[in-house]
């Protein structure tokens, strides 16, 4: 039982057009979500991230878009560049610390120059 | 900048033999987590510490043991590697628990 979803293996996109990542989540208890990106042969790295009190975050082209009604959250990157193309994972954590902290699938973004 | 560290990027290993994966953090991080990636799955929680010689299951425990002697460095043990073992493990570490810093991965293959 997948707690963290995110249905698109890939998504493909021209350069300098928008990119949108979707993550669904099932557990109403998460109140912490992040994106990390993961280039190939590297460990995957922080993002941005979005606590429940909020509904949008953004730093530079990465915004991220909570809907808690929805348990559904974005990640807009405007314009995309080439050198986004990577995999992204969308995470959600309960309570203080973050432990245990839930990892989707994954989505890999190709952007075409 | 936070460094982890991992001491293998490649391991080949044979069915029942015990595996040591070890990983280090720079930046006297309290909690340090141990994932595995696999395709179509994301990562998932393999055992959690939080201090020294405290350690926490995570979501797949089973078949792994954790080590943590030292707060800088946290090591999975497979105690009988399977081939089903056969996975990207990665380490990582955090402050506050959340923003996570993580190590570029070990590839294990178990034979």
């Known amino acids: 039982d997948q707690q963290v979803k995110q249905n698109s293996p890939s998504l493909s996109v021209q350069e300098g057009r928008i990119s949108i990542l979707n993550c669904d989540y099932t557990n109403s208890m998460f109140d912490y979500f992040l994106w990390y990106k993961k280039y190939p042969a590297e460990g995957p790295t922080f993002l941005i991230s979005i606590s429940s009190i909020k509904d949008k975050n953004e730093d530079g082209r990465f915004t991220v878009f909570l809907n808690k009604s929805a348990k559904h959250l974005s990640l807009h990157i405007v314009p995309s560049q080439p050198g986004d193309s990577a995999v992204y994972f969308c995470a959600a954590s309960e309570g203080t610390g973050g432990f245990k902290t839930i990892f989707g699938a994954g989505t890999r973004l190709f952007v075409k120059a | 900048d936070v460094k982890v560290t991992q001491s293998s990027r490649y391991l080949v290993k044979r069915t029942g033999e015990k595996v040591f994966l070890e990983c280090v953090q720079d930046m006297d991080h309290e909690n340090m987590f141990w994932y595995r990636q696999d395709p179509g799955l994301g990562l998932r929680l393999i055992y959690f510490?939080?201090?020294?010689?405290?350690?926490e299951k995570g979501d797949i425990p089973e078949g792994y043991s954790v080590s943590r002697e030292k707060k800088e460095r946290f090591s999975l043990i497979l105690e009988s590697a399977s081939t089903n073992q056969t996975s990207m493990y990665l380490c990582?570490?955090?402050?506050?628990?959340?923003?996570?810093?993580f190590g570029s991965g070990t590839r294990l293959t178990v034979v």
């Open positions: 510490s939080y201090d020294v010689k405290m350690k």
């Open positions: 990582a570490s955090s402050l506050a628990g959340y923003g996570y810093t």
